[in-house]
């Protein structure tokens, strides 16, 4: 089993940034990739980035040049920087990771961006 923790979220003005971050514990040997999704009220959940093993990225059109991910293997914690925050990006930030095929969940947490 993997549990994931995340945290970072909060209030914030346009324009401005925040860093997320996901605390993986429990089986993290064979984790295949970790990345980042989001759910805005109302929409479907949607991919936002992934780091994979060898250290590759992937980002939607919408988070390339703002978001950037990353992780530090040593503390088993994927981050995900984001600047240049706009209102639509306001959504429930969830963390995944993939293992042996399995995909695990964290609860999410809230990012609001308002003036």
């Known amino acids: 089993q993997v549990q994931l923790v995340e945290s970072g979220g909060g209030l914030v003005q346009p324009g401005g940034s925040l860093r997320l971050s996901c605390a993986v514990s429990g089986s993290t040997f064979s984790i295949n990739s970790m990345g980042w999704y989001r759910q805005a009220p109302g929409k479907e959940r949607e991919f936002v980035a992934r780091i994979f093993s060898g250290g590759s990225t992937d980002y939607v059109d919408f988070a390339k040049g703002r978001f950037t991910i990353s992780r530090d293997n040593a503390e088993n914690t994927v981050y995900l920087q984001m600047n240049s925050l706009k209102p639509e990006d306001t959504a429930v930030y969830y963390c995944?990771?993939?293992?042996?095929?399995?995909?695990?969940w964290g609860k999410g947490t809230l990012v609001t961006v308002s003036s």
């Open positions: 995944n990771v993939i293992r042996s095929l399995i995909n695990y």
